[in-house]
């Protein structure tokens, strides 16, 4: 059943009578009380512990140890005597990736590996959606599955710590708790279907420049308190049966054999029992990275017997630096995962689907709560089709598709509907398209990568505009009633191995975009892409500003029905817009990218910590984004006013919708402590819900604070603990938009 795991706290509906603004519209109102639901995971099995020792003391060394390292590009080797299995895994987080050669990362040129292309993790926390990611999670383990995986590599859930991270458009967020909130259901989704996460890239890889080598330093509470709270709850509350460990070094070791974090917090602290597996060749030991926590080395091609947990380990073992017992820890963990997933000992497996209306359904649920309405003057927006005969689509976005392209990851898919073909789709025959691509995707030659074939140099571009496009573009918006520019950035731009060197829009846009709304002031201006830009100019002069995202196959049908007002966009910025790049941390920190080393300078105030406590000015703050209706949040008042350690703060508000069109709210709950013995952000995000009501209704909202959120990570107490005194906890529809704030004491 899809719904298992879903513990539902409460939904509970109880009538009420309660008078609503638009009383001649609906006499009585549903006064539904709504509290967010509860995913949590299944433990590694372990029914099958004996069959796995009887197995492992049968396995010679050499089929031990081709276990436990890559034999093709995406898999382990089986000891086929024995009847145990290759262990199977596919790239994520946009689907389940095409195959790849077994030895090259030439695609295999197979026609049965199409896959849907999913939102990427931009897109899906911009939802701020539970149930969807739940449905992410679920959706895409149901394709992993029917390619027969058992590991899909995914969900990317590093901490967003600078605009330009090259896979900001991968991660979720900067925030932790929105961040660990996505994270479990996605987690637990998917592990319903007889397949394992692999949660990457454990820990502290906020970065692509220099990321083979680079060693962060970060302090003990900065770590625990923003960079693993989300790895801490994929272990802890969805049970994730694997980790990826990152590239770079933290503390003077490699995340792949970095004991502290692999041993002594994953496994001894959280109780982790699903398997660590390398970065694709970020190993750099045999014995040691084994002994510090690692279980699999994965890699780029070289022969696959000279990975370091091959001939090397073998050679290791026999000259007895390492027992062979403490090699069986490691085949152990392995073979439970694979019982667990059922690839071993069950007949029961689930087989999984793939490309199925109800995945590009998926697809398009998420893309449609995902796009943020950044600006509406004069309601530009939602076009009205029937007040218009002709309609100005111009840029190279219009037409771009971004399911492949750039280096790492994507999806070979039969769908992806691009912005354009979601108007042609939707738009009624009576309204004419003219399209104009307007600006060029030009790259400067790339120059030679520096760091073999795994970190790349940045990506230049070509910024000058061809004059005769240019005067296309401007002559197709002349001519047309309204114009719509699709601008941004792409998969190609925005890329793994190489973060961005600016927050520029690069192709010329903005000049294109500024030369436009000169003609036709009626323009509306959508960005894709998956990280901050500097939109500063496009802000002041455009009276509409949309946000959306590399948001998978129905991304374009979603991006037009938001446009048409078929779809009230919901999405709210998962990350802070800043002004200018020095305004963020770790540009205002000066502390990125370091050279061989960086550390984090910002400490805690990562996002809008440090824009809320050092009174910067965002361009759009984080949690921002607007509806086509309007909202009240009214009432807000906790249960009690006193609450001691084990409590939980219920809060309760009504969210009414003020406006002419039904839609959806988020509440976010920030908290603040003043006073405070040890250093704090202004306001930090504890709570969080997205809710519906329909036009001049009223809905009832309960938060749950557990008290246990309000912890600080005690370094010197190596624990969370909870500071007794009094909390603000304040509501509001974006970080720089609290409207109510309630005072609470602790015990
Ligand atoms: C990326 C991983 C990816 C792996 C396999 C690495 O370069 O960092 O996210 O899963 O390659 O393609």
């Avoid at 509906?13 to 603004?21: E, F």
């Avoid at 060394?61 to 898999?75: A, I, Q, V």
């Avoid at 694979?338 to 087989?351: C, H, I, Q």
Wanted: proline share 4%.
């Amino acid at each position: 059943m899809r719904l298992k795991h879903i513990i539902l706290a409460t939904i509970a509906v109880s009538i009420i009578n309660i008078s609503c603004k638009n009383s001649t519209k609906r006499e009585i109102s549903m006064d539904e009380k709504v509290l967010s639901k509860t995913y949590q995971g299944e433990s590694i099995t372990h029914d099958f512990d004996a069959e796995i020792d009887a197995l492992i003391s049968q396995m010679t060394l050499e089929e031990k140890t081709g276990m436990l390292h890559g034999t093709s590009m995406f898999s382990t080797a089986g000891v086929e005597r024995l009847g145990v299995p290759e262990l199977k895994m596919a790239d994520g987080p946009l689907g389940v990736r095409e195959e790849i050669s077994r030895d090259s990362w030439a695609p295999a040129g197979l026609d049965n590996d199409f896959a849907t292309y999913y939102p990427a993790g931009g897109g899906l926390s911009a939802t701020w959606n539970t149930e969807l990611a739940y449905t992410f999670g679920f959706s895409v383990g149901e394709e992993t599955r029917a390619r027969d995986k058992d590991v899909l590599l995914s969900p990317a859930i590093n901490i967003i710590r600078t605009p330009l991270g090259g896979r900001t458009y991968e991660y979720f967020t900067e925030d932790p708790f929105l961040n660990k909130k996505l994270t479990v259901p996605f987690v637990v989704g998917m592990q319903e279907n007889d397949v394992a996460v692999c949660v990457k890239h454990y820990a502290t890889n906020n970065q692509e420049t220099n990321r083979d080598f680079v060693n962060v330093q970060i302090d003990e509470r900065t770590l625990r308190e923003i960079y693993l709270p989300a790895f801490k709850d994929a272990v802890v509350e969805a049970k994730a049966y694997s980790m990826m460990g990152a590239y770079n070094k933290f503390r003077g070791e490699y995340l792949c054999e970095n004991g502290y974090m692999l041993n002594d917090v994953l496994r001894d602290e959280w109780g982790f029992e699903g398997i660590v597996i390398s970065d694709w060749n970020a190993v750099h030991t045999s014995v040691n990275s084994l002994r510090s926590g690692l279980d699999i080395e994965m890699g780029t091609p070289k022969p696959f017997n000279e990975f370091y947990l091959a001939d090397p380990l073998i050679d290791s073992i026999k000259v007895g630096k390492i027992s062979e017992d403490e090699i069986d820890i490691h085949l152990k963990r392995i073979m439970q995962l694979m019982y667990t997933v059922k690839r071993m000992g069950a007949n029961d497996r689930k087989k999984g689907i793939i490309n199925t209306e109800a995945h590009f359904k998926d697809t398009y649920d998420i893309a449609s709560e995902s796009i943020v309405l950044l600006k509406n003057s004069n309601e530009l927006l939602p076009i009205d089709a029937s007040r218009i005969k002709s309609v100005a689509v111009i840029g190279n976005n219009a037409k771009k598709k971004n399911a492949l392209g750039g280096f790492g990851a994507g999806v070979k898919t039969k769908r992806e509907v691009t912005p354009l073909e979601g108007l042609q789709n939707r738009l009624p025959e009576s309204v004419t398209i003219n399209y104009a691509e307007g600006y060029q995707e030009r790259y400067a030659p790339k120059k030679e990568s520096v760091f073999g074939d795994v970190t790349q140099e940045r990506v230049d571009t070509i910024d000058e505009l061809d004059p005769k496009m240019l005067q296309d573009a401007i002559d197709t918006a002349k001519y047309s009633d309204i114009t719509i520019i699709f601008a941004g950035s792409n998969r190609d731009f925005e890329t793994e191995a190489s973060d961005r060197a600016d927050l520029e829009l690069p192709f010329g846009q903005v000049e294109l975009i500024k030369e436009v709304l000169k003609v036709n002031p009626n323009t509306i201006v959508v960005m894709i892409g998956g990280a901050p830009f500097d939109l500063g100019a496009i802000k002041e002069k455009s009276k509409a500003l949309v946000w959306s995202w590399f948001n998978g196959s129905e991304g374009g049908n979603a991006l037009a029905d938001v446009l048409l007002g078929d779809v009230n966009p919901s999405g709210k910025l998962p990350w802070t817009m800043p002004k200018a790049l020095n305004d963020s941390p770790a540009h205002a920190t000066n502390s990125f990218p370091g050279d061989k080393s960086v550390t984090y300078e910002e400490g805690l105030l990562v996002g809008y910590r440090w824009f809320d406590t050092k009174n910067v000015e965002p361009l759009y703050p984080f949690g921002y984004g607007l509806s086509y209706t309007s909202f009240s949040i009214k009432n807000t008042k906790t249960d009690k006013n006193e609450y001691s350690n084990d409590d939980t703060i219920l809060i309760s508000l009504e969210v009414e919708n003020t406006g002419e069109m039904d839609g959806k709210e988020i509440v976010q709950l920030y908290v603040s402590k003043s006073n405070s013995e040890v250093e704090r952000a202004e306001k930090e995000l504890k709570g969080f819900i997205k809710v519906m009501v329909t036009s001049g209704e009223s809905k009832k909202v309960t938060l749950e604070l557990p008290v246990k959120e309000l912890a600080y990570y005690d370094v010197s107490q190596k624990a969370w603990t909870v500071e007794p005194g009094s909390y603000s906890l304040r509501i509001g529809n974006s970080s720089r938009n609290i409207t109510s704030e309630v005072t609470i004491n602790v015990k």
